[in-house]
């Protein structure tokens, strides 16, 4: 069994128990985004929530220690991704990274926002012309250093 297994395991389970990914996180107590990350195989689970998910999806008990094992970050399979709306986010950063980037030095100073200690959180804006998507993203700043 391979991380990829227990991933595809948990993607099937929760479609066949109907549950949301946000009913899994309140099972795991954790935020629906971090949790649907950790059980797509993107992030570590403690060997607490491990059990939890492995006996939430009816994992083998293999998979416990799988879903404690460092991830190779970044599951996009190809450079540029094929998936709709995945590619939406790719072509959002191709039309507007300069500007996010100019934007962030021009507040921050020369660094980087963190993937690291980040949070994430996805939310519905309802609108009569057409509902929204709404993504919130916070990630620590942390400045080039000069030695």
Partial sequence: MTRNDVTE?????????????AEVARTVGKSKEWTTAA??????FTAEQAEVVAKL???PSEAIAL???????????TAVPTDPLIYRFYEMLNVYGTTIKELIHERFGDGIMSAIDF?????KQEDPKGDRVLIK??????PYKAW
Avoid: N
């Avoid at 059980?39 to 570590?44: I, K, P």
């Avoid at 879903?67 to 599951?75: D, I, T």
């Avoid at 949070?119 to 939310?123: A, C, F, K, L, N």
């Fill in 9 to 21: 395991a948990i993607v099937a389970a929760r479609i066949r128990k109907g549950l949301s990914w």
């Fill in 39 to 44: 059980c797509l195989g993107q992030m570590v």
């Fill in 57 to 59: 999806f009816d994992l």
């Fill in 67 to 77: 879903l404690q094992a460092v991830p190779y970050k970044g599951s996009l399979p």
């Fill in 119 to 123: 949070t994430m959180d996805i939310d």
């Fill in 137 to 142: 993203m916070s990630g620590k700043f942390l």
